[in-house]
Nanobody, 120 residues
Framework: QVQLVESGGGFVQPGGSLRLSCAVSGIRFSIYGVGWYRQAPGSRRELVAGITSGGSTNYVDSVKNRFTISRDNAKNTVYLQMNDLKPEDTAVYYC??????????????WGQGTQVTVSS
């Protein structure tokens, strides 16, 4: 059974920081690309940051230089360090693990989400 369990969300004032964690089990974590998505009310789910199995990272422009994604393959965990948080970062944050397969359907797993609220 595959499980992705997020933690670390909460309420923070603008300019504050939070660190999200996603503990993954049931898959060979090290060969999966993992990422953090977010969805605000009335908006589409968007990719915030991703990290490949090889450690390459990418970020949506709005979080560059503020958020950092990292992974610990020994702990099967992916992190999202969020600094200088802004009200527009308010959303439910979801962890995702995905792996493509040539000529076959890929694998795509999601966590249950964790709420991040940035407000004064």
């Amino acid at each position: 059974q595959v499980q992705l369990v997020e933690s670390g969300g909460g309420f923070v004032q603008p300019g504050g920081s939070l660190r999200l964690s996603c503990a993954v089990s049931g898959i060979r974590f090290s060969i999966y690309g993992v990422g953090w998505y977010r969805q605000a009310p009335g908006s589409r789910r968007e990719l915030v940051a991703g990290i490949t199995s090889g450690g390459s990272t990418n970020y949506v422009d709005s979080v560059k230089n503020r958020f950092t994604i990292s992974r610990d393959n020994a702990k099967n965990t992916v992190y999202l360090q969020m600094n200088d948080l802004k009200p527009e970062d308010t959303a439910v944050y979801y962890c995702n693990a995905a792996r493509a397969r040539i000529g076959l359907p890929g694998y795509d797993y999601w966590g249950q989400g964790t709420q991040v609220t940035v407000s004064s």
